[in-house]
């Protein structure tokens, strides 16, 4: 019976799915932060007044085109295609021999990155111009204004859309089995392959899979409403 098949790979293999389960919530969650972390500094970036004249228009003119080369590459390539690419090409063109767990959290990295720059960019752009005037009339610098009036406002409100993207790198990561990355779908294409229960051993995995997205999206909920404070106020004298 199917379900007695599910017990015994249950039984056999659960040290190797917990660990397939560990590496794929580790490399998602360093990999997220690290993007969500180029992302603010790039959707920052993207978002600062051109000068008429001068070097310092020149400069963000040739940042901001590196930027967007940056960000389309990323965004219009799948994450497959940049592992193979990023982890063989590494050491076809600079002799450089990546560590697979290292060559995992770097490409999630830089591909959330290029996603979260273009998320923060319209948390910016959602805020009420009329806060950066008053902000400059009192005499803050952009970035001034980015740090104490903004970006506070911009980290609530991409907030839902940066747990999404994690959620998403938790089942992307199952691309980088291409390159030997023993996450939980590498794990359980190894257990499959030794019991030939395909079914069942990929059943399993799909609840370890939903038990981790589940669990993510409580903790995110939980971490918005603390945020959102309390819903009845009582005013203080």
């Known amino acids: 019976m199917t379900y007695e098949w599910i017990i015994q790979i249950i039984t056999d293999n659960w040290p190797m799915f917990l660990r397939g389960a560990g590496i794929t919530l580790y490399i998602s969650l360093i990999g997220t932060i690290i993007g969500a972390a180029i992302g603010l500094l790039a959707g920052v970036i993207r978002t600062i007044p051109v000068p008429e004249r001068g070097l310092k228009r020149w400069l963000l003119k040739i940042v901001n085109g590196l930027l967007t080369v940056y960000i389309e590459c990323f965004r219009g390539t799948p994450m497959i295609?940049?592992?193979?690419?990023?982890?063989?090409?590494?050491?076809?063109?600079?002799?450089?021999?990546?560590?697979?767990?290292?060559?995992?959290?770097?490409?999630?990295?830089?591909?959330?990155?290029?996603?979260?720059a273009e998320i923060v960019r319209g948390g910016i752009y959602s805020v009420d111009k009329g806060q950066f005037e008053a902000a400059h009339a009192i005499g803050m610098t952009h970035w001034q204004t980015m740090r104490n009036?903004?970006?506070p406002q911009?980290?609530?409100?991409?907030?839902?859309?940066?747990?999404?993207?994690?959620?998403?790198n938790i089942k992307d990561t199952s691309v980088l089995n291409v390159i030997?990355?023993?996450?939980?779908?590498?794990?359980?294409?190894?257990?499959?392959?030794?019991?030939f229960r395909y079914f069942e051993s990929f059943f399993v995995?799909?609840?370890?899979?939903?038990?981790?997205?589940l669990t993510v999206t409580k903790i995110l909920q939980r971490i918005e409403k603390r945020l959102d404070g309390p819903e009845s106020y009582t005013l203080q004298r």
């Open 149 to 151: 009036v903004v970006l």
């Open 81 to 116: 295609v940049q592992a193979m690419a990023i982890f063989y090409g590494s050491s076809l063109l600079f002799n450089y021999d990546m560590d697979r767990t290292f060559a995992a959290i770097f490409i999630v990295s830089i591909n959330t990155g290029a996603y979260m």
């Open 205 to 213: 995995a799909s609840v370890l899979y939903l038990i981790m997205t």
């Open 180 to 195: 030997s990355v023993s996450e939980l779908y590498f794990m359980t294409k190894s257990i499959a392959g030794n019991n």
């Open 154 to 168: 911009v980290i609530r409100h991409i907030l839902p859309a940066t747990g999404n993207q994690f959620i998403i």
